[in-house]
């Protein structure tokens, strides 16, 4: 039997080959911890990017009279922005690339709100549920996060914050809707 060498000339049995092996294990493990945890936050940039778009499209479709609805939609989109730079300074510390575009739903409700928006006209409340509805889908993909077995801890912590301070804004969001009804 011959003894196969590697690493300068480690043998296979001896303790620095385990040493190796577990280095090189490691490593990989860790590797593809940071892909998928910072695949868990792609997304999460991704519905951020859908709530700056959608709210984008909510102001072009408010009437004058609804203009006091005009902050809390600016407010709403500042929110994403500067989530999304946290979460983007985190995938970046990964050692992975920020993503650019939306999610596909997200294309699918931007849809949905033309449409909705076409045979409602651009009243109050049609806008309001349709931003609800985006701020349901944000809260759903957190969830999502949140029980991904992807993230470490400090990620988590970080994801719940944010979680909360969208939640925040969902309620808001819902409050009008519903004294707008």
Known sequence: MHDVQFKDNCRIGSPMAYFFIYTQKHLIMETLTSKDAAGVLNDLIKIN???????EKALKDLKPEDNDLQL?????IDQSRKIRMALGRE?????????EGTTGSGAIHKAWLELKVSFTGHNRHAILASCEFG????????ESAL???????????????????????????????????
């Open 49 to 55: 990017n859908d709530r700056i778009e959608g709210y």
């Open 72 to 76: 809390v939609f600016l407010k709403a």
């Open 91 to 99: 995938i970046q510390t990964l050692g992975e690339a920020i993503p």
């Open 135 to 142: 701020e349901d889908a944000a809260q759903k993909a957190y």
């Open 147 to 181: 029980k991904s077995e992807h993230l470490p801890e400090y990620l988590s912590r970080i994801v719940l914050e944010e979680k909360e301070e969208l939640n925040e804004v969902h309620d808001h969001i819902r409050i009008l809707r519903d004294r707008s009804a």
